[in-house]
């Protein structure tokens, strides 16, 4: 029996959460074209570890977009602020948002997808996100969704219809977890950190490591990765 | 009186199109921050055109952002994919189409204008690019709109509203040059070519040189920039 390919596209960052929709999005059948992007972030050991977890995770391809968002400055992640680090951390949007990210990232997914000739998009936004981050919200995915399926030609002849697929979006970290360990997620391959130490390790500081160690602890089994000790 | 500075960002090609744009932009007393994108576009004339733009029609600011829409391939403005010349060239979305490009173009411009404390964003689509381009069609803007506003910080604090301008939608391209010359845009700055010949001028025979010429035949004017003799 020949099985049909369904092919989607996925934003891969390097992180637990996009790791996580790589093996849910082959569990569901897909095979997975990982998308990384290169948008000046000071965090250069994400990009090794997007693709130590494509290779790791049998993705179909990987390719690294570069897409200069440090022009624009206004993020702790591209320009020179300071992660927040320790307790006591603003609420609210974090420094840490970058402008318009999953937008600027989703775009350039749909045109991947398009062409690549598939309308499945798989983003890792959670609910742990919700807080923080507008662009993780249901309704934001939505009318991203709405506006891409008026968007692109493909879509507008009827021939793929553009569905952005978020399975984590209302898991818990400690959901994330657990559902990537009976998928068989290789952990150890991934990065969390905003602000890792020079060897590459977590710092084990900042709002990032924190929700990591949150999600192992809930999960009940411990992190592969671990931050250097305090 | 001190005037309140309002700035607005736009996309800026090279072309006529978003060079009245800009000066539409400026008459109705924004300062205009122009935005050109290496998308990998085999016609380089037009970033340096689009540089002259930005410098002769005064904009306040210009920066050029690389992304590699070339790695996803798939469209004969970045690809080794002909550019059609000629007549009998077929209805629908044409050959040129670059997949998700004005959603790119409109992310990169969302990023940038919430970073300069804006929401108000200009974009040269026109009624002439209807038939063929489902990205120039108002209910794509409208719905880029709706999710843009969904998106970003700063929106969504109620601190900006993103606000898609496209003041060229409903206009023919006689009244864009029309319109154009009343506020002095210069368009010997200009290039609309999507396959110039090799000295940068326009090649005369591909549908933006067509649609190009007949809007300064419908203007009644001279193309300052006119193609070479055929």
Do not use: W
């Amino acid at each position: 029996m020949a099985d049909i390919i369904k092919k989607a596209v996925l934003p891969l960052s390097g992180g637990m959460d996009s790791a996580t929709v790589l093996a849910i999005a082959r569990d569901l059948g897909y095979t997975v074209h990982a998308l990384s992007f290169d948008y000046g972030q000071r965090n250069r050991a994400e990009l090794h570890c997007a693709a130590r977890v494509a290779s790791g995770q049998e993705a179909a391809s990987h390719v690294t977009v570069r897409v200069d968002l440090s022009a624009f400055g206004g993020s702790a992640l591209t320009a020179d602020i300071p992660v927040p680090k320790g307790a006591g951390q603003p609420v609210g949007i974090p420094a840490t948002y970058v402008p318009a990210r999953n937008t600027v990232f989703l775009s350039l997914a749909l045109a991947y997808a398009e062409t690549l000739g598939t309308g499945d998009i798989f983003i890792g936004v959670n609910a742990l996100d919700y807080s923080g981050y507008p662009d993780c919200r249901p309704e934001y995915i939505q009318a991203y969704e709405t506006m891409a399926n008026l968007a692109v030609k493909q879509a507008v002849e009827g021939k793929i219809r553009i569905t952005i697929h978020t399975p984590l979006i209302s898991m818990t970290k400690g959901r994330i977890v657990a559902r990537g360990m009976e998928l068989g997620v290789d952990y150890s391959l991934t990065l969390s950190c905003y602000d890792p130490v020079p060897d590459g390790r977590h710092c084990g500081r900042c709002a990032a490591c924190g929700l990591r160690a949150k999600g192992f602890a809930e999960a009940g089994v411990p992190d592969p990765a671990p931050p250097p000790s305090l």
